[in-house]
């Protein structure tokens, strides 16, 4: 075992977890296993970016991974709402949507905004205070009165308080040097393999937790921040929150594992996660690029509309559910011409009506493309 910190007594009869040096002195990388895995994962993530750098239009559907990661992320922190409720949320807000489907808009204004700053500027903890911001600023799920700032209080993770709680992460004073050490390491030990360097990254951002509000959130931020910050990923198409909540007492165990000191079980979790998603990610890719040239076919045969028809196919990678208003808004078209277009889509079989039947505010869905989204 590795040590990564150790429990402190504190006043009200609890005790908080002090991480130690950072990174901890010891670390391996040569378990079979590790080994596997991280010889795997470099792999697949080879071929992903192969794949996304190839692929016309992937910045519309860089749009659609940001939207599943974000519904994933908030789902994990106890949001209702699903991918298709932001989706709806984007076209008009309507009270039949879920309240907390707020969480999710919050989420991709995060991941929008990180990694347009991320253009510009070096991860930092500067930054991740910006994005904690975005994500926290006029949220619905939040009443932290300082987004942005790190905890001036101690936090817990599970239970009623502190003396019942899962873990207890350090108190405030020892977060301001805790996350500085962590912000050092974006930026050290060259040695250590940019994939088991996030791993560790990622855990111990969440042992600090350094807000209040919305850690495990802008913890899975920064795996992506990182890995194309790294050039790991030339463009967004990889995130793991689908897995870490598929898998998420799983995951919570392995975090508990990581601040024992059993960093392997906690590297071999992540790793098999990055491996999982990336072979999903590659199989999505595979059958949107079948998609892809399929509809442009069909579209390719309405004569004079179809380049208007081109137009709006793109836009339906970054948003499947849509209606009249948002295609004039995509084409330029008028309403009588989005109406003729839309009555075009729906007889080649590339959208369909949400709700037979209705005649006004009718939304349509682009199904077939949603489905390689929403499991």
């Not at 904690?132 to 817990?156: A, D, I, M």
């Not at 500085?180 to 940019?194: A, M, N, R, V």
């Not at 209040?212 to 890995?227: A, E, M, S």
Request: charged residues 25%; positive net charge; glycine residues 6%.
């Amino acid at each position: 075992m590795i040590t990564i910190g150790r429990y402190i007594q504190q006043k009200g009869n609890f005790k908080a977890f002090i991480p130690g040096e950072f990174p901890p002195k010891g670390l391996s990388f040569n378990e079979p296993k590790i080994i596997r895995f991280l010889s795997e994962a470099n792999l697949l993530l080879g071929k992903l970016g192969g794949m996304a750098k190839l692929l016309p239009d992937i910045d519309f559907f860089i749009f659609m991974y940001i939207k599943k990661e974000s519904a994933y992320s908030s789902q994990i922190e106890g949001t209702k709402a699903r991918l298709t409720d932001a989706l709806l949320a984007e076209v008009q807000r309507t009270p039949e949507l879920p309240d907390d489907v707020d969480d999710i808009l919050h989420y991709i204004s995060a991941m929008n905004e990180g990694l347009m700053q991320l253009e510009k500027l070096p991860l930092s903890l500067r930054l991740v205070k910006k994005i904690h911001k975005v994500l926290l600023t006029g949220s619905r799920s939040s009443t932290y009165p300082h987004p942005g700032e790190f905890r001036r209080v101690q936090n817990w993770i599970m239970g009623t308080n502190p003396a019942d709680a899962r873990f207890v992460p350090p108190p405030p004073e020892y977060v301001t040097s805790a996350m500085g050490d962590l912000e050092k390491f974006f930026y050290s030990h060259e040695g250590i393999p940019i994939l088991i360097k996030v791993a560790l990254i990622h855990s111990q951002f969440e042992t600090i937790h350094p807000f209040v509000d919305g850690n495990g959130r802008t913890g899975r931020l920064l795996i992506t921040f990182y890995l194309c910050q790294q050039e790991v990923l030339k463009r967004p198409v990889l995130y793991l929150s689908e897995y870490f909540k598929k898998h998420s007492e799983l995951y919570f165990l392995m975090l508990d594992e990581y601040r024992r000191g059993n960093i392997t079980k906690w590297l071999e979790f992540f790793l098999g996660g990055i491996v999982n998603v990336a072979e999903e990610a590659i199989e999505t890719l595979d059958k949107i690029v079948d998609l892809r040239e399929k509809d442009l076919y069909k579209v390719s045969t309405l004569g004079r509309a179809s380049k208007n028809a081109i137009v709006l196919l793109k836009n339906l990678y970054k948003l499947p559910i849509i209606n009249v208003r948002k295609i004039q808004e995509f084409t330029g078209l008028s309403r009588e011409a989005a109406n003729r277009l839309v009555k075009r889509f729906v007889k080649l079989g590339l959208l369909h009506p949400k709700e037979k039947g209705k005649k006004y505010g009718r939304i349509f869905v682009y199904k077939e493309y949603l489905n390689l989204f929403e499991k």
